[in-house]
């Protein structure tokens, strides 16, 4: 008889047992830091309406999603970001909460990662997201609150580059780029491409002080002293002027809390997400080179669901932040005590007591489910259970040593 095979939709993975003990370690952490900073957990469920995510300003490319059509004949989605769901509880439910407002959340995302080269589409997230900070301190804040969160679960050699959309969005009007336009400079942005960008700036006769910006764009990176010194010799408009005040001014508060040295600046730096406003940021570890963190500013988010409210946050990628903890080798699988139990025939009652003061001492016991002594020591040895035990009638707990087990003394135990 043929055995038919089974296959995995592409883009989504199993976690066998020691990745399920990683990463409920590893999210435990991540929340306590979030809780110790204020931030209070809510949940969004998985579906939501395809329209929620399609307005402008929002996630305008919905070949990117995963559809399906409900009941009704409405096209839903699984959630493909986590930020709007929350804008949308906020502005549905706690419009009158106490403000400034501090949410985190753990949540799966679905979407076709460009990053990835539309390898992953199931994503584990752990985020927070500030409502109601319209200054530099509630950039501040998310900004430590993300490198916090890095060094408490043990990664090491973190960076975080800081970008703006204000910025760019300021030289794309100084320039005056069409939204297609826009789009292409993104496209080789996000690319690193200087070579592309100098062919589209020939290709849409862009030139003169703010064109050799346009160009130079993906090569300004550095520390603020040296984005700054290489600015000098390009034209800056007010507005790009303040976006980069803005930059420094979060730059100097984040030092306040001793923490400017994880920063740098990545003034070319794009997103894929269409609805951030300000300040955007990326975080690295060096011995993985991918995306770890990203978050930044969405002043208008809110607006599209009739609520005139700042916000600001960032989302870590789980699987991510776990493969670069084992890279490090910063990760180890929890190890508790495993005691095996045989019971008599005890009073009813007796063999609970017993085993619920075991537990007491937050080892895992379980009641053994096999018959033979072999069997017993075949079990106790892949499961790397610790003790024997055997429970007396009168409730005395007995060590048993495994390689002295019989099947006599299970006949015994067991009758």
Not at 181 to 194: I, P, R, S, T
Request: charge should be negative.
């Amino acid at each position: 008889m043929n055995q038919r095979k089974v296959f995995l939709p592409q883009g989504v993975q199993d976690l066998l047992i020691d990745d399920c003990l990683l990463r409920r370690v590893i999210e435990n952490q991540i929340m306590e830091t979030f809780t110790q900073w204020g931030y209070m957990e809510v949940s969004s469920p998985a579906l939501e309406y395809y329209d929620l995510f399609t307005r402008p300003e929002v996630l305008a490319d919905g070949d990117k999603m995963f559809k399906l059509i409900d009941a009704d004949g409405r096209i839903l989605v699984l959630r493909p970001d986590c930020t709007i769901p929350m804008a949308r509880v906020v502005a549905t439910k706690m419009r009158d909460f106490v403000y400034p407002l501090k949410l985190c959340y753990v949540a799966d995302v679905f979407r076709i990662d460009q990053e990835q080269a539309g390898k992953k589409r199931e994503f584990r997230q752990a985020g927070i997201e500030l409502f109601g900070v319209t200054t530099a301190k509630g950039d501040a804040e998310v900004l430590v609150t993300a490198i916090e969160t890095l060094k408490g679960i043990g990664l090491q050699h973190v960076t975080v580059e800081l970008g703006s959309v204000k910025y760019l969005k300021a030289l794309f009007r100084q320039l005056g780029l069409t939204a297609d336009q826009q789009a292409a400079v993104v496209a080789l942005l996000e690319e690193k491409n200087v070579t592309g960008l100098q062919e589209l700036a020939r290709d849409y006769g862009i030139n003169g002080g703010y064109g050799a910006l346009l160009t130079r764009l993906p090569r300004l990176f550095g520390t603020l002293e040296e984005v700054q010194a290489a600015l000098a010799q390009h034209p800056q408009t007010p507005e790009m002027t303040e976006a980069l005040e803005e930059l420094q001014a979060t730059i100097e508060l984040v030092a306040d809390y001793g923490l400017d040295q994880y920063l740098g600046i990545d003034l070319g730096m794009v997103n894929q997400l269409d609805y951030y406003t300000g300040i955007i940021f990326k975080g690295f570890t060096r011995d993985l080179g991918t995306v770890l963190l990203s978050g930044g500013r969405y002043d208008a988010l809110l607006g599209n669901f009739g609520m005139d409210c700042p916000a600001t946050g960032f989302a870590l990628v789980i699987h991510k932040i776990t493969k670069a903890l084992k890279i490090q080798e910063q990760l180890q699988v929890p190890k508790r005590r495993h005691v095996l139990v045989l019971a008599c025939d005890t009073p009813r009652g007796t063999v609970g007591e017993a085993v619920g003061q075991l537990r007491q001492q937050d080892d895992i016991v379980e009641f053994c489910l096999l018959k033979t002594a072999d069997d017993i020591r075949a079990y106790m040895k892949k499961r790397q259970v610790d003790e024997l035990v055997r429970i007396h009638p009168d409730g005395r707990v007995e060590s048993i040593d495994p390689a002295r087990l019989t099947d006599a003394m299970m006949k015994e135990v067991t009758q």
